[in-house]
């Protein structure tokens, strides 16, 4: 017995416990390749993840585990796109007897714009809207002020629903503003994302003291970075079913140039008053279900019809997120790039372009149409920022104009189509915003819109620094390796 203990003990033991841990090892690395496989990924990203695990396998699945399982097949997200679903077909029926007169408006009104609008109709993901004041608000200068007086005015209900808001200037106003509100009987409903939100410190708990409704989209506890692919990156606001605000600025006093921070932020909001703000609603109401579960009614005062306005701004507003069948911010834009006749503006502070996007734009390029593109010259990301890079040398042979925001750091996510279409949004041309973020976006086929925004983006032009190709081409080996190295990386991205 004493000799059978020792055998077993021995170094024959440890080999067998080698030889098991090794056999665990490679069964563990097929479960994860074949479920990759399965998932049937994009190949490009399928390809990625399979390449990181064999060549560095221990990373490979710490990377795979944190940001690449696809949790929108997990319950949650199921529930919530199905539910949303059945949300959105009630209020589609609501609208129904006006939907198709609106189209062959906006068909007179647009021309082929008109195909967008078509196509978030015919997916059940937009109602078109004519009655609409939509104002542009470039900057937290512009967008504050407004957006304080339009809380302070409101009534009956305040939603928020943000990916950022801080505990610092704005946000403590913000958090005033609703206390008092609450305290005067108005109803306050607030979803944040709590990455995002990381500095918003003891605003809930006062808010909830108060009597506002507070929750924090799928929370962020022991598991971090687990929850790190699918956040809530929408910035809504909608006061009393009249007035909402949609775009890329954030509650955060960055966004306010007045000497206090030494970096310059650029970025672009909207004020929308009239039938849109229903959308903004819905979506908002939507969120809020699928955090509180209370389900509210298509009627006044949350959804209102026919406010006397003196605009008539035929607005769309397109929502996109893990639970949703389609990437319908990304169709979006790729779509606005086909249907532009003479010239296409682009705004973005990640540029990470999908192979449809980043071709769509050189063939609009070589059919002579005016393709610019706008990017900040220092990003806030390294990876991101020479990923974005690599992109830079087939986008100027084929004739795009890529031009360096050298004032600060240009946050905006737009787009100008010709003179009739604006798009501002919450949404990165990354994969990260097509596909794993919940976003928000409103597209204005209107003539002052566009030409505000035409404005806007040739003010910041002035602050720009063009991009010429043969320099560019002769950029040194070093950054170019760079570049190369960090844009195998987008597929994670």
Request: hydrophobic share 45%.
């Amino acid at each position: 017995m004493h000799t059978l203990i020792n055998y077993l003990t021995g170094t024959d033991l440890h080999i067998y416990i080698k030889a098991g841990s090794l056999i665990l090892i490679i069964l563990t690395f097929l479960g994860v390749v074949g479920t990759i496989l399965l998932e049937n990924r994009n190949p490009v990203k399928a390809i990625a993840y399979i390449l990181l695990l064999v060549f560095v396998p221990i990373v490979g699945l710490i990377v795979y585990y944190y940001l690449g399982r696809d949790l929108r097949k997990k319950r949650r997200f199921t529930l919530k796109g199905s539910k949303d679903e059945i949300l959105f077909a009630k209020y589609w029926q609501s609208q129904r007897h006006e939907m198709e007169q609106l189209q062959l408006e906006l068909r007179q009104h647009a021309g082929s714009k008109q195909e967008l609008s078509a196509m978030l109709l015919n997916t059940r993901q937009s109602i078109l809207t004519k009655n609409n004041e939509v104002k542009l608000l470039i900057n937290g200068e512009e967008k504050f002020p407004e957006v304080m007086a339009a809380l302070r005015a409101a009534q009956h209900h305040i939603h928020i629903e943000y990916y950022m808001l801080s505990a610092d200037d704005v946000g403590n106003e913000v958090a005033e503003i609703l206390k008092e509100k609450l305290n005067q009987g108005v109803q306050v409903r607030f979803v944040y994302d709590a990455m995002g939100s990381d500095r918003i410190r003891k605003i809930p708990r006062m808010l909830k003291e108060n009597g506002a409704s507070v929750y924090t989209f799928s929370p962020v506890r022991v598991d971090f970075y687990l929850n790190a692919n699918y956040r809530n990156h929408r910035k809504i606001i909608v006061i009393d079913g009249k007035v909402g605000f949609v775009g890329g600025i954030n509650l955060d006093d960055r966004y306010i140039n007045n000497g206090k921070h030494q970096l310059y932020w650029r970025d672009t909001h909207l004020k929308i008053m009239g039938d849109a703000v229903n959308l903004l609603q819905l979506q908002f109401l939507m969120s809020y279900r699928y955090c509180s579960k209370e389900v509210f009614p298509f009627e006044a005062p949350y959804f209102l019809r026919n406010v006397p306005l003196t605009g008539a701004c035929y607005t769309d507003i397109v929502a996109s997120g893990p639970d949703s069948d389609w990437p319908m911010a990304m169709q979006c834009i790729l779509m606005a790039i086909n249907v532009a006749r003479h010239r296409i503006r682009i705004t973005n502070p990640y540029f990470i372009p999908t192979e449809e996007l980043l071709t769509a734009l050189q063939i609009a390029a070589q059919a002579g149409k005016d393709v610019q593109l706008l990017l900040p010259l220092k990003g806030d990301s390294f990876i991101v920022q020479h990923a974005a890079l690599s992109y830079m040398k087939p986008l100027l042979a084929a004739g795009v104009k890529v031009f360096f925001y050298t004032r600060g750091f240009i946050h905006a996510k737009t787009m100008v189509i010709d003179d009739n279409l604006a798009w501002v949004s919450s949404v990165n041309f990354d994969n990260r915003s097509f596909f794993l973020n919940c976003e928000i976006g409103a597209l204005v086929y209107d003539k002052e819109v566009a030409a505000r925004l035409n404005r806007a983006f040739d003010e910041d032009l002035l602050y720009s620094l063009p991009v010429q190709e043969t320099r560019w081409n002769k950029r040194n080996v070093a950054k170019r390796f760079m570049d190369s190295v960090c844009r195998l990386l987008t597929p994670l991205l």
